[in-house]
């Protein structure tokens, strides 16, 4: 639980949510969803994961679908960390 808690702390930093990540839980959509989550803002949360975390992503890591929703990132940022 603490990794999904730090994905949306990550996610309200980076994006400016002004809180509204409060009412994130799993099943949350992200990506066209979330206004903010441009493409731009994808890199800056893949750089804010790798630093936050202390591992690499590397580009062909990343698709789409790992940012569908929180439950998709929180389990992306999960395999990372028991790799």
Same mark, same amino acid.
């Given at each position: 639980?603490?990794?999904?808690? %730090?994905?949306?702390?990550?996610?309200? *930093?980076?994006?400016? @949510? !002004?809180? *509204?990540?409060?009412?994130? !839980? &799993? %099943? +949350?959509? @992200? @990506?066209?969803?979330? &206004?903010?989550?441009?493409?731009?803002?994808?890199? +800056?949360?893949? +750089?804010?994961?790798?630093? /936050?975390? !202390? #591992?690499?992503?590397? %580009? %062909?890591?990343?698709? !789409?679908?790992?940012?569908? +929703?929180? *439950?998709?990132?929180?389990? #992306?940022?999960?395999?990372?960390? /028991?790799?």
């Amino acid at each position: 639980m603490e990794v999904q808690a %730090d994905v949306i702390n990550i996610l309200e *930093r980076v994006l400016n @949510l !002004g809180g *509204r990540s409060s009412g994130f !839980g &799993p %099943d +949350t959509a @992200l @990506l066209g969803s979330v &206004p903010e989550l441009d493409s731009m803002a994808v890199a +800056t949360v893949i +750089t804010s994961l790798e630093e /936050h975390f !202390g #591992f690499v992503i590397e %580009d %062909d890591e990343i698709e !789409g679908s790992t940012f569908a +929703t929180v *439950r998709s990132l929180v389990d #992306f940022v999960n395999g990372k960390l /028991h790799v």
